[in-house]
C-alpha cells in the first residue's frame, strides 16, 4: 500500500512541475506552504501542462495538415518538399545582409 506523499516531496514536485511549464524553478519561498495548497498549485500545474501538451498536439496536427496540403498543391511527393525546404532554411537566412 502507498504512503501519502510528505510535505518535502510536495515541495520537490512542485519545483520540478514550475520549473517544466515556466522553464525555471520558482524564485519564491514555498517552504511555509501548507500540503492543502501545495496539492492546489500541483493540480493546477497538472492542468496547465496537461492544456499545453494538448494545445502543441493539434498545432501539429494542423501544421502536418498544411504540409500535405502544400504538397498536394505542388503535386510533388513529400520528400521532395522536405528537400525543397532543407535547402530554402540553408540558402535564405531569416536575417543578415539578405534583409539589409
Do not use: C
Not at 501542462?49 to 495538415?65: I, T, V, Y
Amino acid at each position: 500500500m502507498s504512503r501519502p506523499a510528505t510535505l518535502e516531496e510536495m515541495a520537490q514536485a512542485y519545483s520540478d512541475m514550475h520549473k517544466e511549464f515556466y522553464g525555471v524553478r520558482p524564485s519564491y519561498n514555498i517552504s511555509d506552504w501548507s500540503i492543502e495548497t501545495l496539492g492546489k498549485e500541483i493540480e493546477w500545474l497538472q492542468n496547465s501542462l496537461r492544456d499545453e501538451f494538448e494545445r502543441d498536439q493539434e498545432s501539429a496536427k494542423r501544421a502536418e495538415e498544411e504540409y500535405n496540403r502544400l504538397a498536394q498543391k505542388l503535386n510533388i511527393k513529400r520528400k521532395t518538399l522536405n528537400r525543397w525546404l532543407k535547402d530554402a532554411d540553408n540558402n535564405m537566412p531569416l536575417s543578415g545582409s539578405n534583409y539589409v
